[in-house]
Each structure stands twice: as C-alpha cells, then as structure tokens.
C-alpha cells in the first residue's frame, strides 16, 4: 500500500520539483553569503530550510494515510535530526544526519518503514545526500553502546517530526546507560577516535592544505570540547560551560570568534566547488585571500596573511580543546595514588612522576613569576625525559607575557642545558612555545609563527617545520645509518640543535632567509653567551643550512670539482656532520616521504666524499683504490656466474677501462658485471634495457645500454617515452664509455601499481624504450597512444620559472640549472629543447630540491666544448624559459619546436 497520495505528481515530476527546491535552498544561501552574512547564521540558515524540507517531505510521504493511523504512526515515531543537523549547522552539501526512531507496532511497523523510504527517495532525488538510520528504541540504545560514531551524534539532537519524548527518553537513557557507568572511558575513547582523524589529515594544527573540519584545531576539535562536556556536565552549550566555569571569558570568546571563521570558510568552500568541499587547498588559499580584500605587503604574500589568521584560530582552539579534556577527564582514586607512590621530589619543589614533572601547589606562583624558575622546570623535564603537567603549563601560559625577556647568565646555563639533551628536547621546546616561553628565550621565533609557506613541496608552516625538524634530528640518537653515527659524534649538540631551530627564522621578510637567519642566529648565540667558536658555528650552519642538498642534489658528486670546493666552505669533520643532521632533519619536516631512500643516498655518498677530505685522505688514491677493488669485485662476479668464453679478462679489463670512473665507483659490482655482459652482446642496432624494482624506496631502476650510432636526443626520447608510460622520472643519470656506449639510467615511481611494480609491467616500458631508440615510434604518437599528450594546467604560477647558467664549477661542461613547478612531461618538454638548442647532455641530475623541482644538466656543444659565447647562452636560457613557461600555462607537449624558436 503507497501512503503517497496518486494525486500529488508523477515520480518525475516530485524529482525536477525536489532539485529544484534544493537549488532554490543554495542559491539564496549563497546570496546571502554574498551579502557578507555570518558564518554561524548561513549555517543556521540552511539547517532551517533543511528541516522545512524534511517536513514537508515527511507530510507528503504520509499524505494518503488515513488519520487514526497518522495519529498512531506519530505517537510510535520520531524524525530526529542528530549530529550536525542536530547541532543545527548545516553547510549546502553536508549530509543530512537523520534517525527515524520508533517503538516496534504491528499496525505502524509497515507504514513507518514505507514513510522513510519514501523520505529517503525524495531527499536523495533533490541532491541531498543523507546520514541516516531506522531504529527501534532499543536497537539505538543497543548501538549508541557499540558505536562511537553513532553515540556522538546523539549529544544533540532535534526532534523535526513525531514523538518528541521518544528523542528525550533515548538521549536520557544514552546518558544513564553508555556515559554514567563508563564517563572517563566515554571521554577517552572520544580522544583517540579523534586524534586518529586528525592524523589522518596531516597530525598538526599547521598543516598548509589543511581539512577545515577534520584537522587538528579544525571544527572537529569543536565537536570534541561539546562531548566531553555533555560527558561531564550534561551540556554541550559553550555558553553553558562557561556559566559553569569550566570555560574562560576569554576561552569562550576565542572558541566563538574562531568558528564563525571556520564556519564561513566551510560555507565558501561549498559553493565555490558546488559540492562537500573542506579542505583548505592553496588554490583557494588564494582565492578567498584575494576575495577578502588582502593585498600583497613587503615579503608577505596575501595567502600569507590569511593563512596567519587561519592558523591563529585553529591554534586557538587546539590549545583550549586539549586543556578542556585534560582537566575534564576523570581519574580513578587508584590511578591518583599510583601517580602519588610513583612521585619523587627534586630540587625540594619539584614533583617529578613517570610522565610528568609538576610543583608543589604552594609553589606554583612563585614558580610562575620567575623566567628562571621557569627555565628549572624545563631543565629538569629534559634530564627526566617527561613532560610538563598540563595545567601547570597552562598557569605558565597564563602570566608568560609578563616575565621580563631572557637577560641573565643563569638564564643563559639554564637554556644552553635544554638545547643539549637528545630525544626529549622536540617535546620540550613545543611545551615551551605553547606557554610562550620560547618566544622570552628566543624572541626572533616570534616571527615565524603561524608563518605559511606558500610553495608546492612544503606540508607546514614555519613554525611547525622548526619543530618537526628538532624531532627529527633528535631521532637520529637511534639511527643504525650514516645519520646516526653522524649524530652520536657530534660533541656540542647545544650549537646543532640551536642551529635547527634557527634555520628559518629569517623567512617572513623580503631578505634572503639564510643571511637574514645568519645576523638573527648571531644575536641569539650572544644572548645566550656562546663561546665565539659555538657562536660561528651556529651562524655558519644556519647561513649554509642549503648548501649540503644543493651540491647533493644539483651537482655530479663524484667530480672532484664539485665535493672539494664544498669540504672548504665546511672546513671541519664537526660542522660536516652537523650540516648532514641539519640537512636531513629539514628534508624530512617538510612533509610525509619527502626524505626519500634516493635522497638519503645522495646526502650519505657527498658526506662520506668529504668527511675523506676533512680528515686528509688523498682523494686520487682513495678512487684509484675504489676502481681497483671494483675491478676485482667485477671479475669475481663474472667468474662465479660463468661468463662466456669470448669474455676473457683482457676484454673485460680493456671494456672496464672505457667506463667513466663515476660510472665505476657509483654501481654495484654485481650491476657492472651485467653491464659488461649487455655490452658484450651489443651491436649497432640493439638496445638492452635492464630493469630492477627496489621495495624499499618503492622505485624501479631502468638502465639503457646502446650504442651512440642510434642517432642524437636518445636521453630525451628515453625521458618522453618513461612519461608516456604514466612514471614519474626522481632521477636520472647520464654516461658514456669512451668507445661510444651509451649508459643511461632512470629511477622512477611507477603510480599504477601501489605495491610492487609486476614483471610484465616493467618489460613493457622496457620495451617501449627500444621501440623510440629504435625509431620503431616517436615520443609524440607514444603520447597520443597514451593519451598523455595533455595534462592539468596549473591555477597557481605563484612560484616562477627560472633557468641559469654557470661555467664556473666545471672545467669541462656548462651546467644549466632549472627551476620550476614539477608536472608530468616537464623533464621531456627540457630535454626535447636541449636537443633542439644542438646541445649535448654528459650529466643530469634530476629531482626535488627542498623548495621546488630542480633539474640539472651538464651540457656541451656537438664538438664537445663548453658554451662560452654569452649571446648564446642567453637564447638557451630565454628558449627554455619560454617553453617551459608554454608548458607549464597550457600542459599541451606538442613538438617544442612550435614553443619558441631555437
């Protein structure tokens, strides 16, 4: 039976006629958006028209239903509005959170369910997608103790249609059955089912895309202070918690200023994608900045300053979330004492548990007033290795910017002592930073709080980069690797750890940040009474803290030309070993995976070439002995693998010899003896492609051996035919044996397969190598093929393009360093212009420097000369700047030819 009255429409007709109620409901919410409305009050706005809808619906569904059952059926159900729709805060595509409780009914049991579905259908057929459930009372009851979700969402609810003592009874019994018996367990469960959400969307307030829901200090964190509360204190009203006076004045003001903020960001989101949109991506970073009237300051870009007052509110509520269910969640009596027995005292005053270290109450303002006082208290931390009890570090934060700056000699001991210890001091200094106190040691790092940097490659701002990048070096402690034992060796880790933390300090202006950061770090240093020597090490390292990945990841390491003008600007094996920590650390806090098994390789192989040369080993003797043991290792591998008898050990040696000495000492034995045995096989017309899958770095390696006779640009059409084949090209390595034998590598990711790349998937590229080197395709029907000939232009160009040229470093080639936005086909689209520019590419080096991609090339004319005529390298840089710039606006690789001329 249909409780839908025939008269109403055809299924058709309430379809159009419920979209087009539905996109009446978001055009005037974005009008009123458009108008400057709130944020709170859209989100009020459209929960309104929501539940209109919803009743009017509801009605229709039950319009052929006679009265006494309508009747029957209101007094056995309930249209309960639950979760954000119960909190009355709906953005225009958030779900509509709906549960149809009712109490079980032979006569009611069918027509509710015919009711609902028909609901449902209407809802979904608008455009509205729905969060809903049809439970009995007791199947609620019964889930709101299994599943968390569904129990949150019964801490508010509206009752839209029905029995409204249905809803109050369920949230009641929710309360008397679920939280009562279990409350600290309830509150706990909360917590880790929401630091696990925010792990998952970056693990830090300042995540740079962040979710404006779902990130830490993101609206989500809201949602966690109304159940704790409504756990604690039967409410979820902000405003009853404050009457309370389990919230601040000034907590309350700053938790309702920063969700209208958050609140009219979400909105905005919405609209301008026209469906569930919360994260915060730099492309609307850029729009709303600009839309909101910011304009460009010296050294600060407009996304910069929206960016500070995002960070700033979700800050805020981060720090207030966490010290609400810190001192809301309650502890047992046993738990109380054990914490009590386990206590020890230190320095009389002190209280030092098993993960805490706090103070006797009648000592705590006194300790408050005291910047040294204070300075004890995180020296002590650091030597015990716990933290500082929560509400002591609130009641530190409370009277912070009272305490006079750091101005004494004790003060000076007392910090110099923190920035010495290993492992806890990450932890330290970000207790230190939440009371503000860092910023009293330390007030330069002021500056970069809440400081966005805008790029493609950087996941956190400043702020949160120092600190993530203290906690990295730190970890080093226990590294099994070169880092490690980098690390162990270091005598005076105050100066390294000092270092990291000023590394960044001089972003934020219009100055070169390293030079800016070298004077900041020297002032620091003196305040903080360094010893001379400490105090040049320190601006040294902070002046120079690119330098390491820029020769490792720009430069041929293995020239002699390159790693012995770097071991002079270092000068000792101590400031190597720091300057190898501090470049790793600050790979690794820019952002998931950025310090990559590639990377560690390169950083390791330059720190191992000069830690050689600063402790005075001869670099020839050291490679000719390195190549001697390389031809051994080789001719052992041939023999156990029982090489061909036209293989004999004089064509081995007189083929060894032909192969450039990098080439050698950078590759395996075991990879050389199969090289040896390609070339063996090789004629004019063959082209061998040896494949190997590294499961650790989740890389495959591609080496190409040819023969030079197969014609010019054979590194660009390997590097198209890679992007053809959807890889991502990390890096790429060029040589040639001096009798002509080409010897090109690639590594790359494979993105089709998130596992290992299979066999038949790697003989395939393999294959699709020969068949460009082979002239069997070009690089541009393998794109048309494939599809690939165009890709997603970028909305951003905030980062410019820029090509040099130097013919300094090398005596024997003109490097050529390119600067841009990483995107598939761009390594192409290089090399394919070189080649046109009758230029000849000995060396490149391909990959991700710290702030943006950077590819090298080592380049000569045809007759193998370097250029030298400055008109000409003037059309190489203007040629390549073009047609990358082409590239980049249109993501069309059509012939580069047609770009610019040559």
């Given amino acids: 039976m249909s409780l839908v009255s025939p008269a109403l429409s055809s299924p058709l007709q309430r379809i159009n006629r419920n979209r087009t109620r539905v996109g009446e409901m978001r055009e005037e919410l974005r009008r009123r958006f458009q108008e400057g409305a709130d944020g709170i009050s859209l989100l009020a706005t459209f929960s309104d028209a929501t539940d209109k809808l919803v009743l009017e619906l509801f009605e229709e569904a039950l319009s052929g239903c006679a009265p006494d059952l309508r009747t029957l059926i209101e007094k056995h159900l309930a249209v309960v509005a639950v979760g954000g729709s119960g909190r009355g805060e709906m953005c225009p595509f958030s779900d509509v959170d709906l549960l149809f409780l009712y109490t079980s009914n032979s006569v009611t049991n069918e027509l509710i369910q015919q009711a609902t579905a028909q609901l449902v259908r209407d809802l979904w057929d608008g455009g509205m997608k729905l969060g809903h459930s049809v439970r009995t009372f007791s199947d609620a009851v019964a889930t709101s103790k299994a599943d968390l979700q569904f129990a949150t969402s019964l801490v508010e609810i509206r009752t839209l249609w029905g029995n409204a003592e249905l809803a109050i009874a369920l949230q009641n019994k929710f309360s008397q059955q679920v939280i009562r018996p279990r409350q600290a367990a309830f509150i706990d469960e909360c917590v880790a089912a929401r630091q696990t959400e925010f792990q998952e969307h970056g693990g830090t307030v300042q995540q740079l895309q962040p979710d404006v829901k779902k990130s830490a200090g993101g609206l989500r964190d809201l949602h966690l202070l109304k159940w704790v509360g409504f756990a604690r204190f039967k409410t979820a009203d902000l405003g009853m918690l404050r009457r309370l006076n389990v919230l601040s004045k000034d907590e309350l003001h700053e938790l309702q200023q920063a969700h209208e903020f958050l609140a009219r960001i979400r909105v905005d989101l919405h609209l301008a994608a026209g469906r569930p949109q919360d994260v915060l991506s730099k492309e609307e970073q850029y729009r709303i900045a600009l839309e909101r009237g910011f304009e460009e300051l010296p050294g600060q870009h407009p996304v910069v300053q929206f960016m500070q007052q995002y960070f700033q509110h979700t800050s805020a509520i981060a720090r207030i979330v966490k010290r609400f269910f810190t001192m809301q969640r309650p502890r047992t009596w046993s738990t109380r004492l054990y914490q009590y027995l386990m206590q020890h005292r230190a320095n009389d005053v002190f209280l030092v548990g098993l993960d805490e270290i706090d103070v006797q109450a009648a000592y705590r303002e006194t300790l408050c007033g005291s910047l040294e006082k204070v300075l004890q208290l995180y020296e002590l931390a650091s030597l015990y290795r716990v933290n500082v009890a929560p509400l002591l570090e609130e009641a530190i934060g409370q009277v912070a910017d009272q305490l006079p700056d750091l101005h004494s000699v004790e003060q000076a001991r007392l910090v110099q002592s923190i920035f010495q210890r290993g492992a806890p001091l990450g932890g330290i200094l970000r207790s230190m930073y939440r009371a503000g106190i860092l910023e009293k040691v330390i007030p330069e790092f002021r500056r970069t709080r809440c400081l966005l940097q805008f790029n493609q490659y950087h996941h956190y701002t400043v702020d949160e980069h120092t600190l993530r990048a203290i906690e990295a070096v730190t970890s080093y402690e226990n590294d099994a690797g070169p880092l490690g034992e980098a690390y162990r060796a270091i005598q005076q880790k105050e100066v390294l750890h000092l270092a990291v933390l000023l590394h960044d300090v001089g972003k934020g202006g219009t100055e070169d940040h390293s030079e800016l950061g070298r004077v900041i770090a020297g002032d620091v240093a003196q305040r903080l009474r360094l010893t001379a020597h400490q105090r040049d090490n320190v601006m040294l390292l902070v002046q120079k803290h690119l330098l390491m990945p820029d020769v490792a990841f720009r430069r041929n390491i293995a020239d002699p030309e390159v790693y012995l003008p770097f071991s002079r600007d270092v000068g000792s094996p101590e400031v190597l070993r720091m300057l190898f920590v501090l470049s790793a650390a600050d790979i690794t806090a820019v952002g998931p995976e950025t310090w990559t098994g590639w990377k560690a390789g390169l950083m390791s192989d330059l720190y191992q070439r000069v830690l050689e040369v600063l402790s005075g080993e001869s670099v020839h003797e050291h490679e000719q002995e390195n190549v001697r043991q390389q031809r051994m290792a080789v001719h052992n591998e041939l023999t156990e693998g029982s090489a061909p008898q036209s293989m004999t050990d004089k064509w081995v040696d007189a083929t060894f010899d032909t192969l450039p000495r990098q080439y050698v000492i950078g590759t395996a034995p075991g990879e050389l003896a199969a090289v040896l045995r390609l070339i063996h096989e090789l004629d004019d017309k063959s082209v061998h ?214």
């Fill in 689 to 902: 492609v040896r494949s190997t899958y590294d499961p650790l770095t989740h890389t495959v390696d591609y080496r190409v051996i040819a023969r030079d006779q197969i014609g010019s640009g054979c590194f660009s059409k390997m590097a198209g035919a890679l992007t053809a084949k959807r890889l991502d090209i990390l890096s790429a390595k060029i040589a040639t044996s001096s009798d002509g034998v080409i010897l090109d590598s690639f590594r790359v990711v494979d993105y089709d397969f998130s596992g290992p790349v299979p066999e038949s998937r790697m003989q395939e590229v393999a294959t699709t190598i020969q068949d460009v080197l082979l002239g069997r395709i070009t690089v541009a029907n393998l794109f048309e093929s494939n599809k690939r000939h165009q890709v997603c232009a970028s909305k951003l160009a905030l980062m410019p393009t820029r090509v040099t040229t130097c013919n300094d470093s090398s005596g024997k080639f003109t490097i050529i360093d390119v600067f841009a936005i990483d995107r598939t086909g761009l390594l192409y689209v290089i090399t394919k212009t070189l080649v046109d520019l009758n230029l000849s590419v000995s060396v490149a080096v391909i990959g991700t420097h710290i702030d943006q991609v950077l590819d090298v090339f080592y380049v000569t004319d045809r007759d193998g000369k370097k250029i030298r005529d400055e008109a000409r390298l003037e059309t190489i840089r203007d040629t390549l700047q073009k047609r990358i710039e082409a590239f980049q606006e249109t993501g069309v690789m059509e012939d580069s030819t047609k770009l610019a001329p040559a």
